[in-house]
């Protein structure tokens, strides 16, 4: 990955957003949506979509191939099991074969490839840019994250009803929450009520 992720913002059905950044872009992309009762947050509604995601910073990944309805396909399939994966290994479980299987054989195709232009330092991406190379960049990252230092990092919200999911890369390894002012914050307030509510 050429820059470390600096997070999205994430939006609730029920109304309200807030920022969260997973610490590398395939967690974040991993909160794009889901299966079942996550189905409510999904905005990967049309290859179009995927697009336009893949374009956003850090990745900055901007198709020169429109996305196709296979590779929407591939691509939620690809997000499922790092999703399954992240939560696994934040449990400290045996990694799902399925989902191992799933972002191997995403990273096996050929990834999107650096170019520096001529006349600058900024890098980009050589094209043809297409969406499963970006999905390869994606799975690869994840493979190495899985592998590296920071897998013991690897965390759910502490919250008891947040699922959300991150890698821990600050330098003392303490973060709890997804985001302070969401998660961290409400439960500094029940905190406070409880200790109020104790009080003589």
């Known amino acids: 990955m050429r820059a470390n992720?600096?997070?999205?913002v994430l939006h609730d059905p029920k109304g309200g957003s807030f920022r969260f950044d997973a610490g590398a872009v395939c967690l974040d992309f991993a909160h794009t949506g889901?299966?079942?009762?996550?189905?409510?947050?999904?905005?990967?509604?049309?290859?179009?979509?995927?697009?336009?995601?893949?374009a956003q910073p850090p990745l900055a990944a901007v198709m020169t191939v429109p996305v196709t309805a296979r590779?929407?396909?591939?691509?939620?399939?690809?997000r499922q099991a790092i999703w399954d994966v992240a939560h696994v290994r934040a449990a400290r479980g045996a990694l799902p074969d399925g989902a191992v299987a799933t972002i191997n054989r995403a990273a096996a195709?050929?990834?999107?490839?650096?170019?520096?232009?001529?006349?600058?330092?900024?890098?980009?991406?050589?094209?043809?840019?297409?969406?499963?190379?970006?999905?390869?960049?994606?799975?690869?990252?994840?493979?190495?994250?899985?592998?590296?230092?920071?897998?013991?990092?690897?965390?759910?919200?502490?919250s008891d009803n947040c699922p959300l999911v991150f890698v821990d890369t600050s330098?003392?390894?303490?973060?709890r929450w997804c985001a302070m002012e969401r998660c961290g914050n409400r439960h500094k307030l029940r905190a406070l009520r409880a200790?109020?509510?104790t009080e003589p």
């Not at 590779?71 to 690809?78: F, I, P, S, V």
């Not at 799975?139 to 690897?154: H, K, V």
């Not at 330098?171 to 973060?175: D, E, I, K, L, S």
């Open 5 to 8: 992720t600096s997070g999205r």
């Open 34 to 54: 889901g299966e079942g009762r996550y189905a409510v947050f999904e905005s990967l509604h049309k290859p179009a979509d995927l697009g336009e995601w893949l």
């Open 71 to 78: 590779e929407l396909t591939a691509a939620k399939t690809l």
């Open 109 to 158: 195709a050929a990834p999107l490839v650096p170019e520096l232009a001529a006349d600058t330092s900024i890098a980009g991406w050589a094209p043809p840019v297409r969406a499963t190379q970006a999905l390869s960049t994606l799975a690869r990252e994840m493979i190495e994250l899985l592998s590296g230092p920071f897998a013991e990092r690897i965390r759910e919200c502490a």
């Open 171 to 175: 330098r003392p390894g303490a973060r």
């Open 195 to 197: 200790r109020r509510a």
